[in-house]
């Protein structure tokens, strides 16, 4: 005869199974504990200078008929919408996140790219029984991305995933930039003397990677609002490039001084933000790629 405490226990373990089950068919649980959060929390994302993009407003509406609220698959969704898409699922079947790719394949690949949704499969390193998908804010390079999302578990955020830290399988793109934007990356930016900024990091246009990209820099503010300087393009020699794009060659990076001719706000109080940008090649799909951002110190 069983012993009336292990019916007990027995019992009690077959509800809590039960429940875990019916939270995973709803939204996924990911296991994120591999990687480095950046903010935690609406209100506190907000005050570090993380956007929600809106979504604590708009959560509570459903978007390509995925379950309001604290949710992946709503706030990815929203963010798609937000974008211009129709807020109709572009695909037929479950919406659970496990299956983005899956139904999207033809939209789904490996590349990393500022916009595109960053999926994972079911029971993988950093998603749950039913998937996980993130929105992309930055991508620092092949092996480290920057993505905001939203969990099941009632928790917006911000975070940074190293490859080696439960990185997606695959990348869907809907409407990004990675369809033949330029590619690339700021790797650091300084004014070394009075009036004078260095820029140094690497791009290139995927569609034409036999010619140079140009480098734009915004100084005071992003395009349309800081002060514009066209340099000169992408072709210094970088191993590192070669290495992470074999077909594309290593003479894509570039190392700039230039001369600042205008006074801002922020420089007078002591700083300035640099907004670097890769514009296309001309005559070639894709948009302007953003590279990066950095706050100089004035001198």
């Not at 994302?45 to 708009?58: F, P, T, V």
């Not at 996980?132 to 480290?144: F, K, L, M, P």
């Not at 590619?183 to 300084?190: E, I, K, N």
Request: glycine share 10%; proline share 4%.
């Amino acid at each position: 005869m069983e012993n009336p405490l292990s019916a007990v226990l027995r019992t009690a373990m077959s509800v809590l199974v039960l429940v875990i089950a019916m939270f995973a068919t709803a939204a996924p649980v990911p296991a994120l504990a591999a990687s480095s959060y950046l903010c935690r929390g609406y209100a506190s994302c907000a005050a570090h200078g993380y956007s929600y993009a809106g979504y604590a407003q708009a959560g509570m509406n459903k978007y390509w008929l995925m379950y309001a609220g604290h949710n992946c698959t709503n706030y990815v969704a929203y963010r798609m919408v937000s974008k211009g898409l129709p807020n109709t699922r572009p695909w037929s079947g479950t919406g659970n996140a496990y299956n983005w790719g899956r139904a999207n394949a033809k939209r789904t690949d490996l590349t990393p790219a500022v916009g595109a949704v960053a999926w994972w499969k079911a029971n993988v390193k950093g998603a749950g029984a039913t998937g996980h998908v993130t929105y992309v804010e930055q991508v620092i390079s092949t092996d480290e991305i920057i993505v905001s999302e939203d969990n099941w578990g009632g928790s917006f955020d911000w975070r940074r995933i190293k490859r080696s830290s439960g990185w997606p399988s695959g990348f869907v793109h809907f409407k990004d930039q990675a369809i033949g934007s330029a590619r690339g990356r700021l790797d650091a930016a300084s004014m070394p003397a009075t009036g004078k900024v260095s820029v140094t990091g690497w791009a290139f246009d995927p569609d034409k990677t036999s010619q140079a990209v140009s480098i734009r820099v915004y100084v005071g503010g992003p395009a349309g609002v800081g002060k514009r300087y066209q340099l000169k393009t992408a072709a210094i020699s970088r191993s590192d490039v070669a290495k992470a794009y074999p077909k594309v060659g290593a003479k894509h990076g570039f190392a700039q001084t230039f001369t600042v001719t205008t006074t801002t706000t922020a420089q007078r109080a002591g700083y300035v933000d640099i907004y670097v940008y890769a514009p296309n090649v001309s005559k070639t799909p894709g948009i302007t790629a953003f590279l990066g951002r950095s706050t100089v110190t004035v001198k």
